[in-house]
């Protein structure tokens, strides 16, 4: 394992010193704690949740925002009681397979996003707010440039039909949402006056 620092001294109870470190293990990437000498003998810290969780730990990015973004993605997508899933997986939006492989989802889902401009002050983008996630209709973009492009989709004129058919009272605001594949904040906004005001 490769050592990050030393830490203390002990004296055990036959009076010998022990010195320890903080070592990363090169299977799980968890910075654990050892004395020196097991520590830079053993290729990994050899615990059974290392061996158990060793193929989720491969691609060493389980704690990084990019795995956040990932996971975030696949539960608007996959998760029917997630908050969101009515406006994405709801809506029949879908994930690309390779990006949701058990074994290499995230990994070839890491692989495109930094060949392809992800930083962390960045959000995943569909350029077809329709279209699925998969890397010829995807892109990172700011937040703000992220709403700019949800909400220049809506013109004056969708959002006005938008309000004469709610008037008439042959439409709720669910049939709106689905009939304009639009979010249902998105249409609420729109009746309300508060956005594409006249």
């Not at 320890?20 to 520590?39: A, H, T, V, W």
Request: aromatic letters at 10%; charged letters at 30%; hydrophobic letters at 25%.
């Amino acid at each position: 394992m490769k050592l990050i620092r030393k830490t203390k001294t002990e004296i055990t109870k036959n009076g010998n010193k022990v010195r320890y470190g903080i070592f990363k293990c090169p299977d799980c990437l968890q910075e654990i704690e050892r004395p020196m000498s097991n520590g830079l003998k053993y290729k990994s810290c050899g615990s059974t949740k290392c061996e158990k969780n060793k193929n989720n730990f491969k691609h060493g990015g389980s704690h990084s925002k990019l795995y956040a973004v990932w996971g975030s993605m696949k539960q608007r997508i996959l998760n029917p009681n997630n908050k969101r899933y009515k406006d994405y997986g709801g809506r029949g939006i879908t994930i690309c397979p390779e990006w949701t492989d058990k074994e290499n989802g995230f990994i070839k889902f890491r692989d495109w996003a930094l060949n392809n401009g992800y930083k962390e002050n960045l959000v995943i983008d569909r350029e077809n707010p329709d279209g699925n996630y998969e890397p010829s209709n995807c892109r990172f973009l700011t937040i703000e440039e992220s709403n700019r492009n949800k909400t220049n989709t809506i013109t004056m004129e969708t959002a006005n039909e938008i309000r004469d058919l709610y008037k008439t009272g042959n439409y709720t605001r669910k049939e709106l949402f689905e009939k304009f594949k639009l979010s249902q904040s998105h249409i609420s906004l729109i009746i309300n006056n508060k956005k594409w005001k006249n």
